[in-house]
């Protein structure tokens, strides 16, 4: 029997990608305050920053998803 698993990204592989993004987006935010037509760089690092709060999201749901206790989970956060 064959293992078919895909190998991804690990969970702090994943919380990495999301508080870079979530430190470009804020640290366009304080330098170039707004959004500017012309700057379309800008634009894809506020696009790319967008990606932290869904990756946090999933995080939070596999880890509530395999904990053992699930009324002590929420404290634990």
């Not at 508080?19 to 696009?47: E, F, Q, S, V």
């Amino acid at each position: 029997m064959t293992d078919d698993r895909i190998e991804g990204f690990s969970g702090n592989q994943l919380k990495i990608f999301a508080i870079i993004a979530m430190a470009l987006d804020h640290l366009a935010w304080t330098l170039w305050p707004g959004y500017d037509n012309k700057a379309w760089w800008l634009i894809g690092i506020h696009l790319f920053g967008r990606l932290a709060a869904p990756t946090m999201w999933f995080m939070i749901v596999e880890g509530y998803h395999y904990t053992k206790n699930l009324k002590k989970y929420p404290k634990n956060q």
